[in-house]
Every structure is written in C-alpha cells, then in structure tokens.
C-alpha cells in the first residue's frame, strides 16, 4: 500500500502566484461596485501596457510589448474598465490590422476613446523651440483618413468617442480665442456624423460662451480635464454644464501645476496611490452625477500621472460614485 501511494505521490502543492489571489480580490470587489453604478457610467485609463498593474489588472509578470499587443484581453475582463483610451492614434494613423487584433480581444459593448491625430489637432509641427505651421491642422480629409475610415471598416462596434485634444500654441502662433471658434466651426460642420466627437482644450482663454455654444450647434462634448494648465474640472463644469451636454468625457491627466515627466518619474511603476486628490474626485463624482441623472453617457480616463495608479484611481471615483447612488 505504501509503494501504491508513493507512485501517485504528486508533492506539495505549488503556492498560487500572490498577484493571482490579489486580482480575484480586485475582481471581487470591483464587481461589487459595478453592481451599484449608475447606468452610463464607463470608467477606464489612459492605454493599458503597464507591467506595474500585475495583481490589479493583470494576473502575471509581462512586458510592455505584450501587454500593447495582447493586454485588452485581460484588461477588459476587470468589472470596472469598460473602456479604454487608445492614445497612440495621436501619434500615427492606426493600421487596420492592429485595430482588428485590438477587436478580437474585446467583449460585445466595449467602446474604445481614440485621439484624433496631433497632424489634425496641433497648429504647429516640429519642436517647441522652432515651431512651423501645420498644413494639416483642422482638416478633415486628414482625420478621415488616419483615423475615422479605419475605424469605421474594421473596428465600428468598438469606436467610442473621438477626442479632439488642442495643445497649447506655441508663443510665436498664438491664436486668439474668436480666431480659434470660428475654425472649430467649420472644421466640425464638416465632420462624419457618424462618429461621436469631445473636444478637449488645453489653453484656458477658449473656454468661452461661444464655446459653449459651438458644442451645442454641433452636438459634441467637451472633455473635462485635470491637466498642468487647466482649471479643475468643476469650474469648467460651471461654464459648461455637463447635463446640456448630448454625452461627456471626462480625463483625468495631471493635477494642475506639475508636469508630466516629474508625475512619471515619481509614481513609477504605477501599483499605488501617491498623491490623492479629494477635491479632484468629489469634483469627478458631481459631473459624473449630473449626466446620468439626465440619461447620458459619461467615459471617465484615468491617466497614472493623476494620483500614481489608474487602476486605483477608477476603485476610489467607483466606490465614491456607489455611495452616492
């Protein structure tokens, strides 16, 4: 009997990788949360290929290469991360194949916020010390092209918002804030209107009535920003209500006065919460609110730069969200 149970003999069991127990806890609580959020809600982050999120989005140790290339799979199976922003069409036109690899990843109802391509949205190329006009900027041929026609072929049931981000202009072109309305009319007069678009604006001076009223005429959002140069999202809530809004987008990037390589360098890598911001999710919490009493839909992106760990950032806006149903 002995020798029987010696040749079945498998040995101890092997201890469960700890960041595998720590992502089911993660789950658990998430979809705890999940359960108690207000229809229309969709909370995400900034891209997704960030090695420092194993055990709270995802279960092992990868690379960043293959978290780019195959981390939504995972990444969309968090209760809380319904979508995603995709910032890499900011920087090249996105190749159909990419966009089909990212679609076979993703689950039925899952909405991707692209940025529309700096070519079309930066009024200047080049470096900031020699700054030359954009031939491109504000044309729509150039967004078609790059981005909404790929989108539009092969990734249509996973398009979210597109998100028109307006730099700062360089101090030698520096557009006054009636110059700037009057293209963005036009430019979005001739958009697809198939797709929907939130303008994001990175230059306070434009954040005007006629803005406000250029979004209505066309039926875009605005993008609610925490940014280095911006005023807190609750003040531009109070210039520009979001519940007039059809839908509303709201990104969580910097807190206003830090800059974006010293966040990086002092968050790294990106698995826990360094500097809280209560004002700034109270502030997240009553936009949010506010649209989904009307029946709308809100995207909430949260960048690492914010607080130090997206993930965990969307946990604590989650949580506050639930207590406030």
Known sequence: MTDQLALFDTGPLAEPDPSVLQLERTHRDAAALAARLPTGVHFGTSSWSF???????YSGARTQTMLAREGLR?????????????????YAPMPADDLQAY?????DGFRCCFKAPAAVTAVALGPPSRP?????????????D??????????????????????????????????????LDRFMATLPSSFDYAVELRDARLLTPAY??????HGAAHVYNYWSAMPMPGEQAELL???????????????????????RERFRPFNRLVEPDETMRREVVSIAR????????????????????????????????????
């Not at 679609?103 to 689950?107: D, G």
């Not at 030359?132 to 078609?144: A, E, G, H, K, W």
């Not at 730099?167 to 520096?174: D, E, H, I």
């Not at 989904?292 to 950032?313: D, I, Q, W, Y």
């Open 51 to 57: 090695p420092g999120w194993k055990g709270l989005v």
């Open 74 to 90: 995972e990444y969309a199976t968090h209760p809380l991360l319904t979508t995603v922003g995709v910032d890499r069409s900011y």
């Open 103 to 107: 679609a076979r990843q993703l689950p």
């Open 132 to 144: 030359t006009p954009n031939p491109n900027f504000l044309s729509v041929d150039r967004l078609v």
């Open 146 to 183: 790059d981005l909404l026609r790929p989108c539009d072929a092969v990734f249509r049931p996973h398009t979210g918002p597109i998100v028109l981000e307006f730099p700062p202009f360089p101090r030698t072109m520096r557009m006054e804030p009636a110059e700037f309305h009057l293209r």
């Open 212 to 217: 406000r009223e250029l979004l209505g005429r």
């Open 241 to 263: 209500p979001p519940e007039e809004l059809p839908f509303s987008v709201v990104r969580l990037l910097l807190r206003p006065g830090t800059w974006y390589a010293d966040q």
């Open 290 to 325: 506010r649209v989904v009493n009307r029946g709308r839909g809100v995207f909430v992106l949260v960048n690492n730069k914010a607080e130090g760990s997206s993930p965990l950032t969307v946990m604590a806006l989650a949580e506050r969200l639930a207590g406030a149903s």
